[in-house]
């Protein structure tokens, strides 16, 4: 069983600006509840209940979302209002750790700040703004593979040749069921340079001793720590292993992948999906009837 769970979340989010000036990206909505809760709630499902956000500067908001907010329960209880109550109530239970990043020197050295509190049993990572779809089971998937094999896991896409520079890419050895044994790993490569178009998306099973190379690790791309470097030192030591995630994933800290999340969660939302269908299949209806269309 895995317990323990991180969440980075101390970057600084410039794809989605200005919106992260001075709020952060983990807390922009989809449709009623922000992305960092979407993964927290991923993790509970999986049975790991002790969790850590790595925060940073402009990132109070998130612990403050974690909270409980007696002033709102109150006013909630006190106006009969149980179903808001029960919705802001429901992650109480949990206990969050908070680790702060004093300045966003890249994934990894956000993954080394969680080292006191991981200690040493191996923990998941959840990249909030990869959403994972709720009816999905890939973390779990996840678990499994890794604690039958005794061996870290990380969650792979098959990438379009177009976006293997906005990923980690494996190079890896096929050994069916979706698990690749990993060769390789290379941060963000060029099309021509990509050993393959298995690109490393934002759930990883680690075990503690990545925390022993990322203590020594130089920064790399970018100027930032990077996992994927210290992966490739890591798949060098002892068997590492990538699973394909076939199911749908949205890439919710780009503008892009962010509306296609919103649209995708809202027509499947109890409350709201008929009603934004309607409006949707009328927009298309305009959209594609007028004689001047608006694109
Ligand atoms: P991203 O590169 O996707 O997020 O990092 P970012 O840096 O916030 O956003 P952009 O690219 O500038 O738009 C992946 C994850 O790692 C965390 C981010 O918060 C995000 O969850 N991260 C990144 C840190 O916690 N610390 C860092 O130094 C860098």
């Given at each position: 069983?895995i ?15 200005p ?5 952060p ?5 989809l ?5 960092i809760?979407?993964a927290?709630e ?9 969790l ?9 908001a998130i612990e403050?979302?974690?909270d409980s907010?007696?002033?709102l ?7 009969g209002?149980k179903?808001l109550?029960e919705m802001v109530?429901?992650l109480?239970?949990?206990?969050f750790?908070?680790?702060?990043q004093r300045a ?15 200690k040493v049993e191996?923990?998941a990572?959840?990249l909030?703004?990869?959403?994972i779809?709720?009816?999905?089971s890939?973390?779990?998937d996840?678990?499994?593979i890794?604690?039958?094999r005794d ?18 890419i494996i190079?890896g ?5 979706g ?7 290379v941060?963000?490569?060029?099309p021509s340079?990509?050993?393959s ?7 990883y099973?680690?075990?503690p001793?990545?925390?022993?190379i ?8 970018g100027?930032e720590?990077?996992l994927t ?15 394909l995630?076939?199911?749908?994933r949205y890439d919710?800290?780009d503008?892009l992948?962010?509306?296609q999340?919103?649209v995708?969660?809202?027509?499947k939302?109890?409350a709201?999906?008929a009603?934004?269908?309607?409006f949707l299949a ?5 959209e594609?009837?007028?004689p001047?269309?608006r694109r």
């Open positions: 069983m317990k323990k769970a991180v969440f980075p979340a101390a970057g600084l989010g410039t794809r989605f600006l919106a992260t000036k001075a709020s990206k983990e807390m922009l909505p449709v009623d509840k922000p992305l809760q979407y927290v991923e993790a509970g499902n999986c049975g790991m209940e002790e850590l956000i790595i925060t940073g500067k402009q990132k109070r403050d979302h974690f907010a007696y002033e329960e109150d006013a909630l209880t006190k106006k209002k179903d109550l109530r429901r109480n239970h949990i206990n750790a908070y680790i702060r966003p020197l890249g994934l990894g050295h956000a993954i080394l700040c969680a080292k006191p509190f991981v191996p923990f990572v959840l909030s703004d990869d959403v779809d709720p009816e999905d890939l973390l779990a996840m678990v499994g890794a604690t039958e061996a870290p896991v990380v969650a792979l896409e098959m990438v379009a040749e177009d976006d293997v520079e906005k990923y980690g190079e050895k096929d050994e069916g069921g698990i690749y044994r990993i060769k390789r790993l941060e963000k490569p060029k340079e990509a050993p178009r298995l690109g490393i998306i934002g759930r099973i680690l075990t001793d990545i925390f022993d990322l203590e020594t690790l130089p920064a790399g791309k100027g720590v990077q470097d210290a992966l490739n030192r890591l798949a060098g030591r002892r068997p590492v292993y990538g699973y995630f076939r199911g749908k919710a800290g503008k992948g962010f509306l999340a919103t995708e969660l809202a027509l939302d109890k709201l999906g009603a934004f269908r309607e009328g927009l298309m209806k305009d594609f009837s007028s001047h269309p």
